[in-house]
């Protein structure tokens, strides 16, 4: 007798489908505006499902748009470790964190955009960027390459520092993005306690490439 299992395979990925290119349509709308009040027929349409489809896998439209920013930070802080696994320094981290952030306003234009629209509100999650920063700060202080202080409130200080610096970006786009990022990143090290050499060396270490 066939067994059910195919079936159910299938049924289960058809279904994650579905989920994923509502969650990829909500995370356009908020790159594009940042606006939520788009109508579940307009996101059902842009993820091309059956309108009927958005209530088997969200009950509201906020828990959608909440699942795609929770979906873009994430993919955000799997490019970092992508690119930065092989840097142990908390110092190294935090600086080439800002830096390969203003390249991915070119690189990543959709993560960035979500990342300026509702980063703020996601600044003290656990996940996404906010868990990986988190991490590397607590490393830091624990080894003293940073000042000893909260971490939370350091979270905070980078959070805020990160998302002025994406906005400059777009804001001032004549400026230099790399030059920028780095001086930054050079502020945000001093800030943390590392001294001022070699906090500007550090701030312009060489960068993986994004790809």
Partial sequence: MPTSAPF?????????????????????????????????????ERADVGFGSFYNHFESKTELFEAAVVDALEEFGQ???????????????VAAGFRLS??????????????????????????????????????????????????????SALGGTLLSLLELRFARPELDGDEAASNLAEMTLRMLGVPHDDAHEIARRPLPELG
């Fill in 8 to 44: 159910s395979n299938r049924f289960e990925r058809r279904r994650a489908e579905t989920r994923q290119a509502l969650v990829r349509a909500a995370r356009q709308i908020l790159a594009e505006t940042g606006d939520t009040s788009a109508s579940i027929q307009v996101i059902a």
């Fill in 79 to 93: 490019t970092f470790d992508e690119h930065l696994a092989e840097i142990d320094d908390p110092a190294e981290l």
């Fill in 102 to 155: 203003a390249r991915m306003a070119d690189s990543h234009p959709e993560l960035i955009q979500v990342l300026r629209h509702r980063g703020l509100g996601h600044l003290h999650s656990d996940n996404g960027l906010s868990r990986r920063a988190l991490r590397d700060l607590q490393v830091g202080i624990s080894s003293r390459r940073f000042t000893r202080v909260e971490p939370v409130i350091a979270l």
